[in-house]
C-alpha cells in the first residue's frame, strides 16, 4: 500500500546549526507534499509545502527540495532556534482523493 | 479565522461509557477529516467527509466507532462502548477544498479507564 517514510525519528541540533528531515514516499501518483509542525499540547500546523511541478520552495529560513525521480523529498531548518523544537511531520497526497499519508515524525530537539 | 475547533479538550471516562468528540470546521472548507494519533501508531487517518458525505471510513477501526457531519458546521465521533485502548489525541482537520491543505484543532485528549 502507500507509504511515507520519514529519517529521522530524533534529531538533536545545536542553536543555529540547520537541521535536515528526510521523507520517502512510494505512490508515484502523489503530487503533494506538506510539512506539518507540532508542537507540545497542539495540533499539527502547516509550515510549507511544495506541489511536484516544482523541485524547491522557500520561506525565510524554512526550504522543501522535492526529487520526484526518487521518490524523495526533505526539509532544511537554517539558523535554528530553540523555538524549532517540535515533531515534524511529512506528507503526500494526490490530487482528487484528499487523502494524506503521513510519516511517522521527527522530534527536532535544538539545544541552546 | 476562528480555526478547528474541537471539543472537549480533554475527557477522562471509564471503560463501557459512551464517547462522543465534537468538532467544527473552518468556515467554507467543505471536507472534513478525523485522526487518531497514538505513540504505538502515530497519526490515524479514521475516515473523511466531503461536502457532510462520508467518503472513506476504511481507517475506523470497529464498529464501536462512528462517525456524522449533519451539516457543514457539525461532526462528531463516537465511541460506544469506550475501551482503554481507545485512549489517544483525536483531531479533527479541514480543508477548503482539493489542492488546498488541511488544518488542524487542537485536539481532544482521550483516556478511557
Known amino acids: 500500500g502507500e507509504n511515507v517514510e520519514q529519517h529521522p525519528s530524533t534529531l538533536s541540533v545545536q542553536e543555529g546549526d540547520s537541521a535536515v528531515i528526510k521523507c520517502t514516499y512510494s505512490?508515484?501518483?502523489?503530487?503533494?507534499f506538506p510539512w506539518y509542525k507540532q508542537e507540545l499540547g497542539k495540533g499539527p500546523q502547516l509550515i510549507i509545502d511544495?506541489?511536484?511541478?516544482?523541485g524547491e520552495k522557500k520561506d525565510q529560513r524554512i526550504a522543501v527540495t522535492l526529487n520526484k525521480t526518487a521518490k524523495h523529498f526533505s526539509l532544511h531548518i537554517t539558523e535554528t532556534q530553540p523555538e524549532d523544537s517540535a515533531v515534524y511531520f511529512c506528507?503526500?497526497?494526490?490530487?482528487?482523493?484528499?487523502?494524506?499519508?503521513f510519516g511517522t515524525g521527527t522530534r527536532l530537539k535544538v539545544l541552546a | 479565522d476562528a480555526g478547528v475547533i474541537q471539543s472537549p479538550r480533554h475527557e477522562v471516562t471509564e471503560m463501557g461509557q459512551e464517547v462522543t468528540l465534537r468538532c467544527k470546521p473552518i468556515s467554507g472548507h467543505n471536507s472534513l477529516f478525523w485522526y487518531r494519533q497514538t505513540m504505538m501508531r502515530g497519526l490515524e487517518l479514521l475516515i473523511y467527509?466531503?461536502?457532510?458525505?462520508?467518503?472513506?471510513d476504511s481507517g475506523m477501526p470497529e464498529d464501536r466507532f462512528s462517525a456524522k457531519m449533519p451539516n457543514a458546521s457539525f461532526s462528531t465521533l463516537k465511541i460506544q462502548p469506550s475501551e482503554p485502548r481507545d485512549s489517544a489525541v483525536y483531531f479533527c482537520?479541514?480543508?477548503?477544498?482539493?489542492?488546498?491543505?488541511?488544518?488542524f484543532g487542537d485536539g481532544t485528549r482521550l483516556s478511557i479507564l
Open positions: 467527509f466531503n461536502n457532510n458525505v462520508p467518503i472513506d
Open positions: 505512490d508515484s501518483a502523489s503530487n503533494y
Open positions: 506528507a503526500a497526497a494526490t490530487s482528487g482523493t484528499y487523502k494524506y499519508i
Open positions: 511544495i506541489r511536484s511541478n516544482v
Open positions: 482537520a479541514t480543508l477548503r477544498g482539493g489542492g488546498q491543505p488541511q488544518h
